[in-house]
T-cell receptor, first 110, second 114 residues
Framework: GENVEQHPSTLSVQEGDSAVIKCTYSDSASNYFPWYKQELGKRPQLIIDIRSNVGEKKDQRIAVTLNKTAKHFSLHITETQPEDSAVYFCAASGGDKVIFGPGTSLSVIP | EPEVTQTPSHQVTQMGQEVILRCVPISNHLYFYWYRQILGQKVEFLVSFYNNEISEKSEIFDDQFSVERPDGSNFTLKIRSTKLEDSAMYFC?????FGAGELFFGEGSRLTVL
């Protein structure tokens, strides 16, 4: 089955700097790659997603890139703000389930 | 804005007891899921459900677990005989598209097994 790895597990950045989180997946049949943000004690919420027919997608300060050949995808957050502090999960899906990575705890230091 | 609702928000139970966690998915969604998150760990897939049957389940979803859609609105997760290691946050989710669209999560049900 699908296995999703994610690095780093923790990340601290200064406010205004960029943050990059990288993921790999194992199942070449996966074709949908969402990113979820989970604030402490809250539910995961989708922040951006990308499908396998697209290499890059951007939404304001957030961008995601996908390399299907290498089975890598990454999240880029620019101009980080304290409210970006949360746990970020990448995920991969090829059909009837979405498999999450282990998460990255991002701390943005004011 | 419609959202997935879950009850109870927190349940404490004794080891060996049966627990039922309830979810009301978003009304026009057809695909339903249960996920589990042990404190501080990742969100783990348990089961997906469509057209009144399980479509996929993980190794975690053993014979102690079952799901049901008893009526047109509720989606339940039953744990027959709880173990200490079942203590976790259980999230219900629903989606319009199967496996390739946004999962809308409920706020979760925290299960504590003593």
């Amino acid at each position: 089955g699908e296995n999703v790895e994610q690095h780093p597990s923790t990340l601290s950045v200064q406010e205004g700097d960029s943050a990059v989180i990288k993921c790999t997946y194992s199942d070449s049949a996966s074709n949908y790659f969402p990113w979820y943000k989970q604030e402490l004690g809250k539910r995961p919420q989708l922040i951006i997603d990308i499908r396998s027919n697209v290499g890059e997608k951007k939404d304001q300060r957030i961008a995601v890139t996908l390399n299907k050949t290498a089975k890598h995808f990454s999240l880029h957050i620019t101009e980080t703000q304290p409210e970006d502090s949360a746990v970020y999960f990448c995920a991969a899906s090829g059909g009837d389930k979405v498999i999450f990575g282990p998460g990255t705890s991002l701390s943005v230091i004011p | 804005e419609p959202e997935v609702t879950q009850t109870p928000s927190h349940q404490v139970t004794q080891m060996g007891q049966e627990v039922i966690l309830r979810c009301v998915p978003i009304s026009n969604h057809l695909y339903f899921y249960w996920y589990r998150q042990i404190l501080g760990q990742k969100v783990e897939f348990l089961v997906s459900f469509y057209n009144n049957e399980i479509s996929e389940k993980s190794e975690i979803f053993d014979d102690q677990f079952s799901v049901e859609r008893p009526d047109g609105s509720n989606f339940t997760l039953k744990i027959r005989s709880t173990k200490l290691e079942d203590s976790a946050m259980y999230f219900c989710a629903s989606s319009i598209n199967f496996g390739a669209g946004e999962l809308f999560f409920g706020e979760g049900s925290r299960l504590t097994v003593l």
